[in-house]
């Protein structure tokens, strides 16, 4: 197949559907320009030359988990389509830009070896450059943290090929953490971990009990992690938390008060990738099947995603916040997650990459979910979220900015929160990689 027949035009089968496979809702009712879905670094040259003859932005999708892998009138690369591969080496695993992180577990699953990842399988690059934060990372680190080598192309068309004891450590520092702003990411080689079996044990709480809660995930050692979730289950009328607890069997001991409360449900998964959906649990700990997303591509669930980090011992002021947000939600799909972090993602140099969250304990993720024919509810949903962020904002230690909100009035409050002192050396770095500005979104 010639690089041309890579490259889909609006109104044609194949080009549709690719946007209604997006996993993004928003993303999927955009309308590229074009779309392109190179299979190797060469394909990749021309498709960047391409967007730079034809004047248009790119955007970047592997995952398609956000609202920015598919933006109107841009060139859409689409890398999942045919840069998937995955090869795993010893200990080491090299991934290509398309995959997901349920791929790469799958991969390395029958070796023995696993990678810690988020608390979803299908998210792609967008997790594994900027982060990776998983019910793992306190005892194994982020996923970023597991990078050994990383191969990519900047907007002007400049080969990277880059490694720990390259001789531009700033740019080395910049690629884990902030890439999205400075080239188009190939491929990336990660040091696995040895799989192991895990124990889970989720309880449903009543939301007045968040503080105690926070305060007994904190007194954890590193080898446990008990995220949370703030939301509405689909028999309950009220706001409730999901606690859920996860430590490898060896480790066990550190849940024993998690063990010792009544009512939950404990189970032992093989692996991480056997671990049960992090979402809320009708009777019997089983989680209710998704429903399939709308063919229709204009016709899909929206979210609205902030994800703001706060350190410790701040438990009992942000309960007070968290409380009185989600009791204002305007439906009840909306949800806020408490992402468990700390652990040895602390005592990684806060220098060595652009992930600047380090001192950070929590991860609150809040996600607004509206649907797509009523503009005043949507509305509603945006303002709730945006007053989530605003209230935690003034908590926060950092953004972690695998949600951005370019169009927002407060995208330079994320910017600054996210990446702090070395804002400055960024944009000049995105300068001089991406002189035209076409990898949207700018960092100014
Ligand atoms: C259901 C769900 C669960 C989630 N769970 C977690 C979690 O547990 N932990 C966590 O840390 N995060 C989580 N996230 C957030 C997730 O990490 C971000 O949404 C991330 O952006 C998804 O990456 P993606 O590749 O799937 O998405 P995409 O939309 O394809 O990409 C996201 C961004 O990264 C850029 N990008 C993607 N690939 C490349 C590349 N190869 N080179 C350069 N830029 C690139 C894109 O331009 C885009 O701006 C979750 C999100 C969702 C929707």
């Not at 600054?416 to 070395?422: C, K, S, T, V």
């Amino acid at each position: 197949m010639s690089f041309q027949e890579r490259v889909l035009e609006p109104a044609t089968g194949a080009y549709e559907r690719v946007l209604a496979s997006l996993n993004n809702g928003i993303a999927a009712g955009e309308n590229p320009a074009l779309i392109v879905q190179p299979r190797n670094h060469d394909e990749l040259q021309d498709a960047l030359h391409l967007a730079l003859q034809q004047e248009l932005q790119i955007s970047v999708c592997s995952g398609s988990h956000s609202a920015l892998c598919s933006l109107s009138g841009t060139l859409m690369l689409d890398l999942s389509a045919g840069l998937n591969k995955i090869t795993c080496h010893g200990d080491l695993v090299t991934v290509q830009a398309g995959a997901s992180m349920g791929a790469v577990l799958e991969m390395l699953t029958p070796l023995g070896r696993m990678l810690p990842v988020g608390t979803s399988l299908t998210p792609g690059f967008g997790l594994l450059t900027m982060g990776g934060i998983g019910h793992l990372s306190r005892s194994l680190g982020l996923t970023l943290d597991h990078i050994e080598a990383i191969r990519g192309i900047t907007a002007n068309g400049q080969s990277i090929e880059i490694k720990a004891d390259h001789s531009d450590q700033e740019l080395w520092m910049m690629l884990r953490g902030a890439s999205v702003f400075l080239a188009v990411i190939t491929e990336v080689t990660l040091k696995t971990d040895t799989r192991r079996k895990l124990h889970v044990i989720r309880h449903l709480c009543p939301v007045e009990q968040l503080p105690e809660l926070i305060n007994n995930a904190e007194s954890l050692p590193e080898q446990g992690s008990c995220s949370m979730i703030l939301g509405f289950s689909s028999d309950q009328r009220k706001a409730q938390i999901l606690t859920y607890a996860v430590a490898a069997i060896e480790n066990q001991r550190t849940l024993m008060e998690f063990q010792r409360k009544p009512g939950g449900c404990s189970e032992i998964v093989a692996g991480q990738e056997e671990l049960p959906e992090f979402e809320f649990p009708s009777h019997g700990g089983v989680v209710p099947p998704l429903e399939p997303p709308n063919p229709n591509r204009y016709q899909r669930i929206k979210t609205r995603v902030y994800s703001i980090s706060v350190p410790r011992g701040v438990g009992q002021s942000i309960s007070e916040v968290l409380t009185h947000l989600i009791s204002s939600a305007p439906n009840r799909q909306c949800r806020i997650d408490l992402q468990h972090v700390g652990g040895v993602v602390n005592a990684v140099d806060l220098d060595s990459s652009a992930y600047r969250g380090r001192q950070a304990e929590w991860s609150i993720v809040v996600t607004a979910i509206f649907g797509p024919n009523d503009p005043s509810a949507g509305k509603s949903a945006i303002q709730w979220a945006e007053d989530c962020f605003a209230a935690l904002a003034q908590l926060a230690n950092h953004y972690y900015i695998v949600q951005r909100h370019p169009e927002s009035p407060t995208y330079h409050l994320e910017l600054e929160l996210a990446y702090g002192p070395i804002l400055s050396a960024l944009r000049r770095r995105q300068q001089s990689f991406d002189p035209h500005g076409m990898l949207a979104p700018m960092l100014s």
